[in-house]
């Protein structure tokens, strides 16, 4: 199966800008659906266009974050409040299968693109919107703010840094795979019986969706989790880093006592199993500290490679602490690396769909 050409009857228009919302536009494009973005051409488009780095070149019309989420795609410039353009862009709706938004409340019927309006010029259409906050549908909804206020930056950060957001922005990412499955039951909702839907997801709900065993923690048990690093608050050692003797970073996530006993095995560090202190993992949850200290003068003994060579082999769960050059070099021999030509500008991005369908 050329999973390449999957969607390649599938027509979407997309108006959405930022992260969300055009990422769920170019999952789509590379599973071979014709994608045309419309962007604002009296403001230059797509905000993200000009969110470049220090290094990137001030006079190119496509930055990096802009490539990252907008693969594949065809671009049009139009002015909304404009009736030839309007005319233009109904016509592409009228003749298109997807429709991804994220208009500011109120905005979609500003510019006659509410949802009841659309689906009067194509009663097959699947209109998907991205949405902000649920609780006050009139904030502007940025996926920092989001963090903050669903509880991520609660919990991600140490008690000597403070709050951290994380480095990229998850809650866009989270609301865009939410919005993919939707829009997917929909086409099978669609085959099913010929009627379009729509779609929509909030930035907000999406994040307190994602808060998983955080959130059941606290709904079963009240437990309200605070500054961990990068510590679990169910298991451990998981999370714990600790430094080999080449001066490199490992990670744990140890999550049985199995795999404690085979840590324990590779590291040299027997005596630990017998201890009653770490005798189970509520136990090592407990004295994590007092286990962590212990832990960390036998990693100094081994050169990371082939640590992590020897944990593998005995199925411990572990990992190096790589860079973003380290990582991006794994990527190419996996062929996640997707490069394209945007108005003229060599770009490379990450690939957007991870999973492989065969037959």
């Known amino acids: 199966m050329n999973q390449q050409q999957l969607f390649k009857e599938l027509r979407v228009i997309d108006l959405s800008t930022v992260l969300a919302g055009p990422s769920v536009g170019t999952f789509f494009a590379e599973l071979g659906a014709h994608v045309i973005k419309v ?28 490539a990252s ?11 909304l409040r404009s009736e030839d353009d309007m005319f233009m862009l109904k016509s592409m709706i009228a003749g298109s299968d997807v429709l991804i938004t994220n208009f500011k409340e109120g905005d979609a019927e500003k510019f006659g693109l509410g949802f009841a309006t659309v689906r009067s010029w194509n009663q097959n259409l699947i209109y998907a919107h991205i949405g902000g906050f649920v609780s006050n549908p009139e904030r502007v909804a ?12 609660s919990m991600n950060g140490t008690q000597e840094s403070g709050p951290l957001k994380m480095p ?18 929909a086409l099978i909702a669609r085959e099913r019986d010929g009627v379009g839907s729509y779609v929509e997801v909030s930035l907000e709900q ?15 048990e009240g437990y309200v989790a605070g500054l961990s690093g990068s510590l679990h608050p169910n298991i451990a050692p998981y999370g714990e880093t600790f430094n080999c003797s080449d001066n490199r970073l490992i990670v744990l996530a140890v999550g049985s006592d199995k795999q404690f006993e085979s840590l324990c095995g590779v590291l040299g560090a027997d005596d630990l199993i017998s ?8 136990d090592r949850v407990k004295n994590r500290t007092s286990l962590s200290e212990q832990l960390s003068h036998f990693f100094r003994k081994f050169e990371s490679e082939n640590l992590i060579a020897e944990l593998t082999s005995r199925h411990v769960p572990c990992g190096i602490i790589r860079n973003m050059d380290e990582v991006m070099q794994t990527a190419r021999k996996q062929n996640m690396i997707l490069d394209e030509v945007i108005n003229d500008t060599p770009t490379s991005r990450v690939s ?8």
């Not at 990229?168 to 039951?185: R, S, T, Y």
């Not at 957007?352 to 037959?359: D, H, M, P, Q, T």
Request: proline fraction near 1%; include cysteine; aromatic fraction near 12%.
């Open 275 to 282: 201890k009653t202190e770490f005798a189970t993992n509520p």
């Open 206 to 220: 999406a994040a307190i969706s994602s808060l998983v065993n955080q959130a059941s923690n606290f709904l079963m």
């Open 39 to 66: 962007e604002n051409r009296t403001n230059g488009g797509d905000v993200t266009r000009s969110w470049k780095l220090a290094s990137e070149k001030a006079e190119q019309d496509v930055s990096a974050y802009f």
């Open 168 to 185: 990229v922005a998850l809650i866009d990412v989270l609301a865009a795979h939410q919005l993919k499955e939707g829009i997917l039951c």
């Open 142 to 153: 940025y996926d920092v703010v989001l963090q903050a206020e669903t509880g991520f930056m």
């Open 352 to 359: 957007g769909v991870a999973f492989r369908l065969s037959r």
């Open 69 to 79: 989420v907008n693969y594949k795609k065809d671009y049009i410039f139009l002015d």
